[in-house]
């Protein structure tokens, strides 16, 4: 398997891509935020394929395009009670833009299912430099946000009183989630980004509420599902995707499961 260099540039940009996600998934889930992560997917498809329109790499107009909104979904709401209406707004917008694109966008349709399911297989060596960079920035940007995003995140209102900008953690901390979610387009696809973004942080959030411990079991979990399903497409050539989904939904239930023994 690993005699292949396509094989190994998919395990390390699954590698990449599953770290990221596992970390910033966490507290994606923890401020019940879910729905964020998947609107945002849904608006990184219309800037890829606005960007091919344009002659331009689909990565960066899904990266362009999903910061874009997660800013603007954190300036809208940040308060919890506002979310959804906010999210919901732009997510609207979003689709509306990609059927316009997708009206002109019929010529690509290898191009246009790559961005909706990902094609782990076909990363180079350029988008593996670019994954990188993105993760760094990604990485960087939530330890410099870490302590004031969980106390904004367990105690907003407390928070608020003590100084801290609620909307300002917002902006900053979706920003962030639209970064992560461009990278697990990268491996997944617009579609199942729920499968890495979510999946491993709700199954290690079943299992301990202690945070550094979850957020390595995030981490972990995220690996295994993207390392697992990358190995066991090699030996059944099924979509790499759909066995990141499954394996993410069978994690989930197990952890799920123990939790509730427990």
Known sequence: MFAYQFMDNAFIAATIVALVSGLVGYFLVMRGQAFAGHALSHVGFTGATG??????????????????????????????????????????LALGL????????????????????????????????????????????????????LFASLQPDLAEARGVSLRLVSVAFLAIVALATAECAQIVGVLLVFALMVGPAASAQHLTVRLGYGLLLSALLALFEAWAGIAVAWYTDWPVSFLISALSMTVYLACAGIGRRR
């Open 51 to 92: 960007a091919v329109l344009l002659g331009l790499p689909p990565l960066w107009g899904l990266v362009t395009m999903t910061v874009a909104a997660g800013v603007g979904i954190g300036l809208l709401g940040e308060r919890v009670t506002n979310r959804d209406v906010a999210i919901g707004l732009v997510l609207s």
């Open 98 to 149: 990609g059927l316009l694109f997708l009206h002109y966008f019929t010529a690509f349709a290898t191009q246009a299912t790559a961005l909706l399911f990902g094609n782990v297989l076909a990363v180079d060596e350029p988008t593996l430099w670019s994954l990188a960079g993105l993760a760094a920035v990604s990485l960087a940007g939530l330890a410099i946000i870490a302590r004031p995003l």
